[in-house]
Structure formats: C-alpha cells, structure tokens
C-alpha cells in the first residue's frame, strides 16, 4: 500500500535555489537600506530609513523564506550553524551567496548615485549611511560603544530568528514580521549612533563603494556581529536540550543523541526522501516496533515541525 510520503513526496529546494535566493534577498535588503538611507536623511530622522530597512526584511523573507530559510545576513546564517539547523559546508555557501548578492545591490545604488547631478561624489554619499565609531559616527560614539551596541543587537536579532522560527508553537507566518519588527528597532537604534547595521554583509557591500576609513573600520561590523550571533545560538542551543529533556526523559534523550546536531533543523537533509524510501515496509514493522522503548521520538522526527520545515526549505 503506498503511504501518503510515497504519493506526494515534498522535495527541499536544491543548494543553488537556496544560494540565489539568499543573494536575491540580501540584494533587496541592500538596495532598500543604502538607497533610502542616501536619499534621506538616517541621522536626523533614523526611522524612514529604519522601517524601510525592515519592512524589506519581511518582504525578501516572505519572498525566499520558503526556499532558503530567509537568513540574508551572516549573523543569522552563523546563529543557524551553532544551533544546529544548518551544515557548515552550506554556511559557507550561504555567506558567500549574501556577500554576492550585497555587493551587487551596493554597485546598482552607486551606479544611481552617479547620475544625480546634485550628488557630485558618489563616495561620499556612501559615507553617510556607512558605519562607524568615534569621529566617524554622528554620536562620536567611541569604539567601545559600537562594539557592545553591535554584539548585543545581533544576538537579540539572532534570537529573535531562532525563537520565531522554531519550536512546536511557533508561527511560521508571523516570524517575517518578527525580524522584521526587530531589525527596525534595531537600527533606529544604531543608526544614531554610528549607522550599525547589524549585517556584515551589507557593511562589507558600503565599504566597498565608500572612503577608506570605512573599510579600515569593517573589522568592527565582522567581529561584534558574529560574536553576538555565536551567543544567541549557544543559548538557544542550550534551551532546546533542557527542551528535549523535559520532554523526552533521560533514556530517550540519550539515546536521540549521535553528534549534538538536530538533523531535522538542517537545511542539508530532506527527512521526506527518507520517509518515502522506507515507507513500503511501515506496515509490516509496525507490529513489532509497537513495544520499543523510543516510538515516541521516531514518531515525531519523523512528523517534523511546521516552523521548521518552512524556514529550513521543506515547505513551501
């Protein structure tokens, strides 16, 4: 008898739709942010630049989420790998995809500036929007301060991330307008004081296109993100085995366990294609699988979690 698997399997996304659609979105994202940031005024009034920098996040998540997992941002895509919800062979990949699509998106908004004749260099308008610390920031903030703005804000968008887009209550739907929401008021927050962008890819992408005190300074904006990244994915990490325990009990737990990484948050693995392969002899298993010690467990890695298979790719 054919199982519904077999009828109807639901096949990931490949690794280059997932790559393009992670540079597609980082490209948007980029456009959006730098172009709306030149084009106005982000010191004196943060919060066009900051709602149009979210309400892009949103959109390009609602847009690829399906496909690639809507991470558009090293930060999120390094707080994925550390929670265990993506290889590192394809965060790699996806990092490189985003630092592609961002740096096209700044070279089409540079090409715009060029042909405005009020704007006479076009790297310094890149200078308005680029980040920076002391001298360089509107708030002079110090070195010290951007360092601590940018580690905390990443961490809370990476968590943010996580929290949305996984566990058995969450929302798949909602979790676009939650980073979407937080990337708002995270950079209405940091733009005051020196354009943070929360992003080392779209920081990368001005610094191209900007003086070169920018790029002596992008260490910055690759360092404390990550940092803050790598945080909230330990904690998350952390929260999801106490999770486990609770749920699973002490035997169960261990004997779920081969190398710490939940296989059914990464994006490498399609669990269908496993599913269906097997799915011909459930029937006959079944009887003698019935007083096993771990059905419960198998059952539900099997089943899998709605949150987490739409923002891993698997459902569309």
Do not use: C
Not at 51 to 56: H, Y
Not at 141 to 161: D, K, P, R, Y
Not at 187 to 216: D, Y
Not at 227 to 249: C, K, M, T, W, Y
Request: proline share 6%; charged share 10%.
């Amino acid at each position: 008898m054919t199982s519904p698997a077999q009828a109807a399997p639901d096949h990931q996304p490949g690794l280059t739709a997932r790559l393009s659609a992670e540079a597609l979105g980082s490209m948007f994202i980029v456009v959006v942010a730098v172009g709306v940031g030149i084009f106005s005024n982000p010191s004196g009034a943060p919060v066009p630049v900051a709602l149009a920098a979210g309400l892009t996040v949103t959109v390009a998540m609602l847009a690829f989420g399906h496909v690639s997992g809507g991470h558009f941002n090293p930060a999120i895509t390094l707080g994925n790998l550390i929670a265990g919800r993506i290889r590192a062979v394809a965060a790699v990949a996806y990092l490189a995809a985003q630092l592609i699509g961002s740096v096209v998106g700044a070279a089409l908004i540079y090409f715009v500036v060029t042909t405005v004749p009020v704007l006479k260099d076009a790297r310094a308008a890149f200078d308005v929007v680029a980040p920076g610390f002391g001298e360089h920031a509107a708030a002079q903030t110090q070195m010290a301060g951007v360092l601590m703005v940018e580690i905390l804000g990443s961490a809370l968008l990476v968590a943010v991330f996580l929290g949305a887009t996984a566990g058995r209550r969450a929302v798949p739907s909602l979790a676009p307008f939650a980073v979407g929401l937080a990337t708002v008021v995270l950079l209405q927050f940091g733009q005051v004081l020196g354009n943070l962008p929360f992003n080392p890819a779209r920081a990368t992408a001005q610094a191209f296109f900007s003086s070169s005190w920018v790029i002596e300074g992008l260490w910055l904006f690759w360092v404390a993100p990550l940092l803050g990244a790598a945080l909230a994915g330990l904690v998350f990490r952390g929260f999801q085995g106490l999770s486990e325990a609770n749920l699973a009990g002490p035997l169960e737990l261990q004997a779920g366990q081969d190398d710490g990484v939940n296989e059914a948050f990464d994006a490498d693995r399609d669990l269908t294609g496993e599913v269906t392969e097997t799915g011909g002899s459930d029937e006959r298993q079944a009887p003698a699988k019935k007083n096993t010690v771990h059905p419960a467990p198998a059952a539900a890695a099997a089943a899998g979690d709605d949150a987490r298979d739409f923002f891993d790719g698997k459902k569309g």
